[in-house]
């Protein structure tokens, strides 16, 4: 009920950012399309996935883990994905996951659960030229006040 509340209410917010920031209608993605997040059938799965498609600011990500034990996992750096560090920001353990974004910027996930990074359960999201804004633009309107109370530069819903 809560959380139900919780992603309406990003819902809302998410619009008002779009049109702030001039942006266009937002999609929701779902991860691996009817594969989930789950380990792939071969490494480049995942990868592949988000290199044919284009995030812009205001779309989401949703992480429908259908079978097993998996985690959505955000680590900072290119090096930490490539090593599969497993000490990032745990999203989620366990099903469904999703993250909004709301600045251009580039985007680690992995699942730090055994070897599934290792065997390729790991993505790069892109969002717009991938560059972070230098800064935080300073909003004066309420709408932007409120996002930043729940977000940064993406914010996370759950779907169950
Ligand atoms: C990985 O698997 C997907 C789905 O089966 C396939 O479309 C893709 O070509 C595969 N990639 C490689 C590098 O084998
Ligand atoms: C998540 O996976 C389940 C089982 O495959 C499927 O029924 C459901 O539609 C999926 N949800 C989304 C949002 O893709
Ligand atoms: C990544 O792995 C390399 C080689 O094992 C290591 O030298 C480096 O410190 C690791 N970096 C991070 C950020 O874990
Ligand atoms: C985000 O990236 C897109 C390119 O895909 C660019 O057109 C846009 O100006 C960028 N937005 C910001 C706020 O930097
Ligand atoms: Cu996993």
């Not at 996992?73 to 920001?89: A, F, I, P």
Request: net charge negative.
């Amino acid at each position: 009920m809560a959380s139900r509340l919780c992603f309406n209410i990003g819902f809302l917010i998410v619009a008002s950012v779009g049109l702030l920031h001039g942006a266009y209608a937002a999609n929701t993605y779902t991860v691996g399309g009817g594969l989930g997040w789950i380990v792939p059938p071969n490494s480049t799965y995942y990868e592949e996935w988000a290199s044919q498609r284009t995030f812009q600011i205001g779309d989401s990500i949703f992480f429908n883990s259908t079978t097993g034990t998996h985690t959505a996992t955000q680590v900072s750096t290119k090096e930490e994905y490539d090593n599969c560090t497993k000490t990032g920001l745990v999203l989620k353990v366990g099903f469904g996951v999703g993250v909004t974004f709301n600045e251009n910027g580039t985007h680690y996930f992995l699942c730090s659960e055994g070897t599934h990074c290792e065997q390729g359960q790991k993505m790069i999201i892109k969002i717009g030229d991938g560059i972070p804004p230098s800064f935080a633009a300073p909003s004066l309107t309420a709408a932007a006040a409120l996002s930043a109370l729940f977000f940064s530069t993406l914010a996370i819903f759950f779907l169950n």
